[in-house]
């Protein structure tokens, strides 16, 4: 049985290297789609610990690219307020957490656990 959960359909502005960094980074961790890897950015962003951004400045003749976005509506609820605390759209948001996992020397991406959440026990018969 599949789950269906109420996605957001629409499109951000990013600087024109991101898309591509972006298909390339959700091949190279097995994901099944680009959004899946910029939900997965901003589920650690908003649950993880807090991490510095870059400040994503881009000259004003600098065209940008337009990507397709399609992630659960109440991330995208959520990262928007999180991004207008910041005085940010969320396009820089997403912009911002690309560039911060290219920077990063790591390469796999955790999945940050929901604050204030336990892990689960597994129950099976003895």
């Known amino acids: 049985m599949r789950a269906y959960v109420a996605t957001s359909r629409g499109s951000i502005t990013v600087s024109p290297g991101v898309p591509s960094f972006a298909t390339?980074?959700?091949?190279q961790l097995g994901l099944s789609s680009r959004s899946l890897y910029i939900?997965?950015?901003?589920h650690n962003y908003l649950h993880g610990p807090p991490i510095a951004l870059p400040v994503v400045?881009?000259?004003a003749r600098l065209?940008?690219?337009r990507m397709s976005l399609s992630i659960p509506r109440l991330l995208r609820g959520q990262a928007a307020k999180a991004a207008a605390r910041w005085k940010m759209s969320l396009s820089e948001l997403v912009e911002s957490l690309v560039i911060y996992d290219a920077d990063r020397e790591e390469?796999?991406?955790p999945i940050a656990p929901l604050r204030g959440t336990?892990?689960?026990?597994?129950?099976?018969?003895r």
């Open 57 to 59: 400045e881009s000259p």
């Open 107 to 109: 390469e796999s991406l």
């Open 118 to 125: 336990e892990k689960p026990v597994l129950k099976y018969p």
């Open 63 to 65: 065209v940008k690219a």
């Open 39 to 42: 939900a997965i950015l901003l």
């Open 24 to 27: 390339a980074r959700r091949r």
